[in-house]
């Protein structure tokens, strides 16, 4: 038997537990691995508590991250003992998550462990820090170097914001964070911030285009806030979107994208090519820093994890969740 949270809907509702279950109902897939830790990430919260429509079957156990060992392998690139991490691809959505001691998935959507890792690290880094990495090569790939002025991030206190600040300003940018909770200066500071902006000033109407402020974005939040970001962005500034925290709205004009040739980019971690993944890995075993991830990190055991995504979504958490199987 094996512990995990599953997610059911009948009769009596939807509803998340803790439970107790057999090897045999994993789905039939190519790899087997023992989950060493898992995350909470802010779709997980969505779906232990079915405020947002994440899961597409039912049962579902949760949970869009894991990193582990592999204790059965019928895949020709891994093998019993081999240390595996994975992020997205569905998994916690319409196949078995991570939030479970055991997991079975295809071994295609796996990306080797690198070294510089320990399975814990690799859960704090989790889908949120793998996206916060997309998010730099984009920038780097559209021509945003330090040189070409501020990066601002938003959500800055959650985990992809706080990984985003922490990797940029390593990297040699100036970056300044935005967030709603003015009493974490001191911590976004220390991950690397130069400068720190009320959310509160993003999050209403203005104008079509404002003063031109930053050469870069990371936007974690959509809505307002990221057309607030759009208008007031810099000839030829690059913006990357990869979340909806504030809403899937966008209520912007093509003034910062005709005027000012704003570009914005898309950024997918979920059925982002394998090649690409392993690429992000590879950067953030070279660009983190550990010791800032651990100061934006906490650790809960798998019978804290439903009260905690409540705590979540209503913003009382700050970095990243690792959950201990």
Same mark, same amino acid.
Not at 171 to 195: C, I, M, N
Not at 316 to 324: D, S, T
């Given at each position: ?31 087997? @691995?023992? %989950?060493?830790?898992? $995350? ?6 969505? +779906?232990? !508590? *079915? =405020? ?110 706080? @990984?985003? %600040?922490?990797?940029? $300003? ?6 300044? +964070?935005? !967030? *709603? =909770? ?144």
């Amino acid at each position: 038997m094996f512990r995990a949270i599953l997610i059911e809907k009948d009769a009596d509702g939807y509803h998340a537990a803790l439970r107790s279950l057999e090897p045999a109902r994993l789905p039939e897939c190519d790899v087997r @691995v023992r %989950v060493e830790y898992s $995350s909470l990430n802010y779709k997980d919260a969505l +779906a232990i !508590t *079915g =405020r947002g429509p994440v899961v597409r079957s039912f049962p579902m156990v949760p949970g869009i991250d894991l990193a582990g060992v592999v204790t059965e392998s019928g895949h020709p690139d891994y093998r019993a003992g081999d240390r595996v991490v994975l992020n997205g691809w569905g998994v916690g959505e319409s196949h078995w998550g991570g939030l479970a001691q055991q997991a079975a998935v295809r071994g295609d959507w796996l990306v080797p462990l690198p070294g510089a890792f320990t399975t814990r690290q690799a859960m704090a880094i989790g889908t949120a820090g793998y996206t916060a990495m997309l998010c730099v090569m984009a920038l780097e790939r559209h021509g945003v170097s330090p040189a070409s002025g501020d990066i601002v991030v938003t959500g800055a206190s959650g985990g992809v914001g706080g @990984v985003a %600040v922490s990797l940029l $300003s390593r990297l040699g940018y100036r970056v300044v +964070a935005v !967030t *709603g =909770r003015p009493e974490e200066e001191s911590y976004l500071r220390s991950l690397g911030a130069a400068e720190i902006v009320d959310r509160d000033s993003l999050s209403h109407p203005g104008r079509p285009l404002e003063r031109a402020r930053w050469a870069g974005a990371v936007d974690v939040a959509g809505g307002q806030i990221l057309a607030s970001v759009c208008a007031a962005m810099q000839y030829r500034g690059v913006v990357t979107a990869c979340g909806l925290a504030g809403g899937m709205a966008f209520p912007a004009t093509v003034a910062p994208f005709i005027l000012r040739a704003v570009t914005l980019v898309g950024v997918d971690s979920v059925m982002c090519p394998r090649a690409e993944r392993v690429e992000a890995w590879r950067r953030l075993a070279q660009d983190l820093n550990p010791t800032e991830l651990e100061t934006m990190t906490q650790e809960i055991a798998l019978s804290d994890v439903i009260p905690a995504a409540r705590d979540l979504l209503e913003g009382r958490i700050r970095g990243r969740i690792v959950v201990a199987l």
